[in-house]
């Protein structure tokens, strides 16, 4: 029996003049996967410690603050985990709370009065040490004192600075021949209490990542609008401020974030009293989970993800505006 094998036509290939030029050789279909290269292995080996770890701490919680928040659980049920499914009932007992319109209030003034003030202390100390004068690093050193420490610690000094009674603040004013004043105990003083606190706190961070901002502009534009006559005020406005929006942003928005999430302070100094006249979301949201006899894990978890949606739809916002930038 014959067995015809087929091979592939050597034959020349003519061009236009009738020259034999050389047959490409056969295009050889390779059907097999390409195995993972080395920088390959590498690159997995660096992502998946950063996934398990945003996974576990990030993605999970998560989940199950969303769990809580759509389930009725108490006691009982959050050890056995046989919740029974309410949807969006938690929702509605948060919004028809007395308390959610009063927090809410006090969350959006903490907010904007904390990152207005920090970022414009932060952007003046930061030109400031802009000028290298002598001992400029040495001061500016000791302001990360305030960020450096433990939030109890600020919290507890801050206590006792403005005690009604003994602190420091009350016996500076008493010196001026100003009343007491109950910074801490008094419904109208409060929330400004834990402001300052939160400001003072706040001031070091806006410092540094302004001041590196500064770094970054070339002191060339400087010298010449300054040759073109332009005063300091002229420049800061027309080269410092424009050049320093893209940090500027991004300070902000990790100002927000973290503004917007601000427990310890508040319940270390006031505890979101008194009368509820300094209670954020944070606080509220810990109140209802833990600080009653009778703890309301549903609404406490729901309040908490209504702090997580702000935070994300202001991240949305700048990455759209940073994403409009680019293209422009």
């Known amino acids: 029996m014959n067995r015809t094998t087929h091979l592939p036509d050597r034959r020349p290939v003519r061009d236009r003049n009738g020259a034999a030029t050389a047959a490409p050789p056969p295009a050889r279909a390779s059907h097999r996967r390409r195995r993972p290269t080395t920088q390959q292995w590498a690159a997995w080996a660096f992502l998946t410690p950063v996934t398990l770890y945003l996974v576990l701490f990030y993605a999970y919680p998560l989940y199950r603050n969303v769990d809580l928040s759509l389930r009725d659980y108490t006691v009982r049920s959050f050890v056995q985990g046989d919740a029974p499914f309410t949807g969006l009932e938690n929702y509605l007992k948060v919004f028809d709370d007395p308390t959610f319109g009063p927090a809410l209030t006090h969350t959006v003034v903490f907010t904007v009065v904390c990152l ?11 030109v400031f040490f802009h000028q290298h004068f002598r001992l400029s690093a040495t001061l500016r050193a000791l302001f990360l004192v ?51 606190a939160n400001v003072w706190i706040g001031v070091p961070f806006n410092l540094v990542v302004l001041y590196s901002g500064l770094q970054s502009i070339p002191h060339s534009l400087h010298e010449a609008a300054a040759l073109d006559g332009a005063s300091a005020w002229r420049r800061f406005w027309s080269i410092t401020f424009p050049l320093l929006r893209p940090v500027s942003a991004i300070t902000l928005l990790l100002g927000l974030v973290y503004t917007l999430k601000v427990f310890d302070i508040i319940w270390i100094m006031t505890k979101g009293g008194p009368a509820d006249s300094s209670t954020t979301f944070a606080t509220w949201s810990y109140r209802l989970g833990f600080g009653n006899l009778l703890p309301a894990f549903g609404p406490g978890a729901a309040v908490g993800n209504l702090l997580v949606v702000a935070a994300l739809v202001f991240g949305l916002v700048y990455l759209r505006v940073q994403r409009k930038q680019a293209l422009a």
């Open 146 to 196: 305030p960020w450096l420490l433990p939030l109890i610690v600020s919290a507890s000094t801050w206590s006792w600075m403005l005690n009604s009674d003994s602190g420091i603040v009350n016996a500076a004013l008493h010196a001026v021949g100003v009343g007491p004043v109950n910074w801490l105990t008094s419904p109208e003083w409060s929330l400004a209490s834990v402001i300052v």
């Open 116 to 126: 207005a003030f920090q970022y414009a202390i932060g952007l003046a100390l930061a």
